[in-house]
């Protein structure tokens, strides 16, 4: 995802609500998340579906590191030797 420009990328909601479909492209094209403002406060973030996808896939990932980190802490991991013995004998099944 690229980085908000404060210039382009922050919008009131009454600005927005006139160019929908505009902002809807523009989102997409440029890979930029839009702030819509309502009351001078952001109210809401307009992404593009394959930046949300990709968000979503960082996220999960970050959460599969940390609950092996934790698993790890908790002597709950196999060190290199006893994953390849672990390995092995699954696939000679």
């Known amino acids: 995802m690229q980085r908000i420009q404060l210039q382009e990328d922050i919008q009131p909601l009454s600005e927005f609500r ?3 479909a505009f902002y809807l492209e523009k989102v997409n094209k ?3 998340p839009l702030v819509i403002t309502q009351n001078g406060k952001s109210a809401a973030i ?3 579906v394959s ?3 990709s968000l979503i896939e960082k996220i999960e990932i970050l959460e599969d ?3 092996a980190e934790s698993q790890i802490a908790e002597g709950l991991g196999l ?3 006893g994953f390849k013995k ?3 004998k699954r696939i000679e099944k």
């Open 30 to 32: 440029n890979k930029r």
């Open 79 to 81: 060190n290199h030797s």
């Open 51 to 53: 930046e949300y996808d």
């Open 65 to 67: 590191v940390k609950l």
């Open 18 to 20: 006139s160019k929908v």
């Open 46 to 48: 307009l992404l593009g």
């Open 86 to 88: 672990k390995f092995l």
